[in-house]
């Protein structure tokens, strides 16, 4: 935990962006800066939540125990807010995140948070506008995993996670193959053999954890054909 000084946050939301400097004194005595490691659970499963969580620095991933297994949600860009389904609509988290990256966290607390969107509506509606863009990504994603073939999910998400996470064509690759094939719907066995036949074909390259992106067009034709 560390003090910070929120209206000088270089990394602001677009909601928060809004705010007044009375509100950014308000929000600073009721939020807390946490730093996590790569690994470290942000939050658990079941556990009581009293904040909202925005993601500062950093990437997560968003996680959700079923019966037989865990299953990956979504993979969480900073910056950006994380938690606020469960602030309006239960009181336990219905998943947990975890850091995949050294993240830092800002936790605030969840009645500032609604007497904020009470009485701001230009933050309120900053936090719609993201929270559609989350959910719309999400619908497409569930689509598409019931209707392309591993292969295309695969190259789906590789061509995700460089575009909307990284910005990059060559990024570390956050995930192990078994949260891979989690977030795909597969098995590990299935990704180790097709991530090899994209590095077979050049199409990939892995040097260590860092991924390069070779081919796009083969990789953007495998991910439409499915």
Same mark, same amino acid.
Request: glycine share 4%; net charge neutral.
């Given at each position: ?11 602001? @939301? *677009?909601?928060?962006? %809004?705010? !007044? ?7 600073? /005595? #009721? ?71 050294? @993240? *830092?966290?800002?936790? %605030?607390? !969840? ?7 009470? /009485? #701001? ?87 260590? /954890? ?17």
């Amino acid at each position: 935990m560390e003090n910070h000084k929120c209206i000088d946050c270089e990394f602001k @939301s *677009s909601a928060s962006k %809004i705010l !007044s400097s009375e509100e950014f004194d308000i929000l600073e /005595k #009721n939020s807390a800066l946490v730093f996590f490691k790569k690994g470290d659970i942000i939050f658990k499963q079941g556990a009581l939540s009293t904040n909202v969580a925005y993601l500062r620095t950093g990437i997560v991933k968003i996680h959700k125990r079923g019966v037989s297994h865990e299953k990956i949600l979504r993979i969480a860009k900073s910056p950006s807010y994380f938690g606020i389904p469960t602030t309006f609509g239960d009181k336990i988290n219905q998943y947990a995140a975890t850091a995949l990256e050294d @993240s *830092s966290v800002c936790f %605030i607390d !969840s009645n500032l948070f609604r007497n904020f969107i009470f /009485k #701001n509506g230009k933050f309120a509606y900053e936090l719609i506008v993201e929270l559609c863009e989350n959910e719309l990504n999400d619908y497409e994603r569930y689509a598409n995993q019931s209707q392309k073939q591993v292969p295309g999910l695969v190259a789906e998400t590789l061509l995700c996670i460089a575009d909307k996470i990284f910005n990059s064509s060559r990024f570390n690759f956050p995930l192990s193959q078994s949260e891979l094939a989690d977030l795909v719907g597969t098995s590990r066995e299935s990704i180790s053999r097709i991530l090899s036949d994209f590095s077979a074909n050049k199409i990939i390259a892995f040097n260590g /954890k860092e991924l390069n992106i070779l081919k796009r067009d083969v990789l953007e034709h495998i991910s439409e054909k499915g």
